[in-house]
């Protein structure tokens, strides 16, 4: 299993687009193929990085996910959006996988 972070740096009075981009994302990601984590805007500290973050399977599940979510409706509308609105500066991607695990059950004082 892999995850990946997408960081985002955005234009900061344009945050609500963003949020309606998580969310579309949120609808066709998953319907994709992808294991959302979910989409993060700015909150407190840096009002331009948000992340999106998901995981699949390997390399080769991403290039057959990516294709799909190019074919879905949603994500070429969502796509589209990004790019008439610029609201998106910057976009990086990050490949990772979980070094920490298994992880002990979850202690709630």
Same mark, same amino acid.
């Given at each position: 299993?892999?995850?990946?972070?997408?960081? +985002?740096?955005?234009?900061?009075?344009?945050?609500?687009?963003?949020?309606?981009?998580?969310?579309?994302? $949120?609808?066709?990601?998953?319907?994709?193929?992808?294991?959302?984590?979910? +989409?993060?805007?700015?909150?407190? $500290?840096?009002?331009?990085?948000? +992340?999106?973050?998901?995981?699949?399977?390997?390399?080769?599940?991403?290039?057959?996910?990516?294709?799909?979510?190019?074919?879905?409706?949603?994500?070429?509308?969502? +796509?589209?959006?990004?790019?008439?609105?610029?609201?998106?500066?910057?976009?990086?991607?990050?490949?990772?996988?979980?070094?920490? $695990?298994?992880?002990?059950?979850?202690?709630?004082?």
């Amino acid at each position: 299993m892999i995850t990946c972070f997408i960081k +985002y740096e955005l234009d900061p009075y344009k945050l609500a687009q963003f949020e309606d981009y998580a969310r579309n994302w $949120g609808q066709a990601i998953p319907r994709c193929g992808a294991d959302l984590i979910g +989409y993060f805007a700015p909150h407190e $500290g840096s009002a331009t990085t948000a +992340y999106g973050v998901y995981s699949i399977a390997d390399l080769a599940a991403y290039e057959a996910y990516r294709a799909r979510l190019r074919d879905d409706p949603l994500g070429r509308e969502n +796509y589209a959006f990004s790019q008439r609105e610029q609201f998106i500066r910057r976009e990086d991607r990050l490949f990772l996988r979980l070094a920490s $695990g298994p992880h002990a059950p979850l202690v709630r004082p």
